[in-house]
T-cell receptor, first 114, second 114 residues
Framework: NAGVMQNPRHLVRRRGQEARLRCSPM?????VYWYRQLPEEGLKFMVY????????ESGMPKERFSAEFPKEGPSILRIQQVVRGDSAAYFC????????????FGNGTRLTVT | DQQVKQNSPSLSVQEGRISILNCDYT??????FLWYKKYPAEGPTFLIS?????DKNEDGRFTVFLNKSAKHLSLHIVPSQPGDSAVYFC?????????????FGKGTKLSVIP
């Protein structure tokens, strides 16, 4: 897991604030995925990005959530006007696009909305 | 609509014995399956995968079996060790869809008793 770096590890926000979660993929990986895990649930796909492109955002809530993966720097998952239901663990994963290679996950950001 | 189901939330096994974790899926488009292991406060770690063109894949103590007609796969761990105690997630994807979006089960918590 050390290859995919996520920060912060823990984030506390009050209702209505903005949350920014960062992810640096493994070296050489240009494909980034964001997943969310609610308590007692499996991981749910949110969005798939390549550098400067959103490829698949079918799992993203339509409002308040956005993601980017700029040419330089980490991928950012942004949640505006957070609500208590946004409290979850958010995991980033990267992929090297080699046939048969798995997704490699980071250790996640645990968001708590108070 | 849960497309990947892990019906046993927990499993306890004696050290040295076999652990068998089960997973069922409903989407016939899934053709690549993975098992991830997760410790508390860490991200999922890839364990083993299997393509639908195979019915078995083995890696050390871990073997995954795939029964396509039953839409069922299982992970066997032999012999089980206390360090195997973790939550195990089954995941599936349609490799032809292009986005490598994984659908996860809710996980099975394995406890290996010394």
């Amino acid at each position: 897991n050390a290859g995919v770096m996520q920060n912060p590890r823990h984030l506390v926000r009050r209702r209505g604030q903005e949350a920014r979660l960062r992810c640096s993929p493994m070296k050489g990986h240009s494909h980034v995925y964001w997943y969310r895990q609610l308590p007692e649930e499996g991981l749910k796909f949110m969005v798939y990005l390549q550098k400067e492109n959103i490829i698949d955002e079918s799992g993203m809530p339509k409002e308040r959530f956005s993601a980017e993966f700029p040419k330089e720097g980490p991928s950012i998952l942004r949640i505006q006007q957070v609500v208590r239901g946004d409290s979850a663990a958010y995991f980033c994963a990267s992929y090297g696009r080699t046939v048969g290679s798995p997704l490699h996950f980071g250790n996640g950001t645990r968001l708590t909305v108070t | 609509d849960q497309q990947v189901k892990q019906n046993s939330p927990s499993l306890s096994v004696q050290e040295g014995r076999i652990s068998i974790l089960n997973c069922d899926y409903t989407n016939s488009m899934f053709d690549y399956f993975l098992w991830y292991k997760k410790y508390p406060a860490e991200g999922p770690t890839f364990l083993i995968s299997i393509s639908s063109i195979k019915d078995k894949n083995e890696d050390g103590r871990f073997t995954v079996f795939l029964n396509k007609s039953a839409k069922h796969l299982s992970l066997h761990i032999v012999p089980s060790q206390p360090g195997d105690s973790a939550v195990y997630f089954c995941a599936a994807t349609n490799s032809g869809a292009g986005s490598y979006q994984l659908t996860f089960g809710k996980g099975t918590k394995l406890s290996v008793i010394p």
